[in-house]
Every structure is written in structure tokens, then in C-alpha cells.
Nanobody, 123 residues
Framework: QVQLVESGGGLVQAGGSLRLSCAAS????????VGWFRQAPGKEREFVASITSGGNINYADSVKGRFTISRDNAENTVYLQMNALKPEDTAVYYC?????????????????WGRGTQVTVSS
């Protein structure tokens, strides 16, 4: 029902910034919880940030104070502003969405996924 497309990834130097976008289809997108996850080579997919249909926001400790998640329901888009990037932020970043998500930090709680966008932070 919901299709997601990430964009905005790229190569930046440590301390730089990127803004990722997650464009979604569907007239009921505003009712979905949306999360950002990332996966580095040889690592498990990890939670980054999420925003619920009610606007409640959660961040992983590793990105608090540096990343900001937001949504524009009129445009069916969720954003992830990433500042003060570190080499350890290097990963493929995925946008995920689901209805009635309770365990917001677990990837299995989301049933719609984008294909990901690469973020590489050089030292």
C-alpha cells in the first residue's frame, strides 16, 4: 500500500551535513509511523530515529543532538537532517513505515521499506 523512496545520500567530510528525504505514496501516509534505520557493512541494521503519526519523536543515543527527523504530511515526505556527521555514521540509510508500530526501535516492527541511500562520511 505504501511505497517509499529515499534520496539525499552522498559523500561528505566529517563535520558536514546531509538531509535525507523519504518520499511516500498513499493517501493515508499521515497515519503511519516512520523510522530511519541504517546498516553499515558487517553490522546489523540499527535504529536511528522515528516519528509517529502524532508527531512523537525518538532518536538513538548515538545521534541525539546531531540528527533531526521531521515530516510534511501534505507532501508525503519525511526528512532526516544530519549534522556534525562522523565516520561512524557511514551506512546505507533506510526509510521504513508501519501502522500501529509499538516497538519503534526494531526493524521488524515496520512492514514497508525503501531501498536505501548511501551515506559516506570521510575522516
Amino acid at each position: 500500500q505504501v511505497q517509499l523512496v529515499e534520496s539525499g545520500g552522498g559523500l561528505v567530510q566529517a563535520g558536514g551535513s546531509l538531509r535525507l528525504s523519504c518520499a511516500a505514496s498513499g493517501r493515508t501516509f499521515s497515519s503511519y509511523t516512520v523510522g530511519w534505520f541504517r546498516q553499515a557493512p558487517g553490522k546489523e541494521r540499527e535504529f536511528v530515529a522515528s516519528i509517529t503519526s502524532g508527531g512523537n519523536i525518538n532518536y538513538a543515543d548515538s545521534v541525539k543532538g546531531r540528527f533531526t527527523i521531521s515530516r510534511d504530511n501534505a507532501e508525503n515526505t519525511v526528512y532526516l537532517q544530519m549534522n556534525a556527521l562522523k565516520p561512524e555514521d557511514t551506512a546505507v540509510y533506510y526509510c521504513a513505515a508501519g501502522r500501529g508500530v509499538v516497538i519503534i526501535t526494531r526493524a521488524y516492527a515496520y512492514n514497508h521499506w525503501g531501498r536505501g541511500t548511501q551515506v559516506t562520511v570521510s575522516s
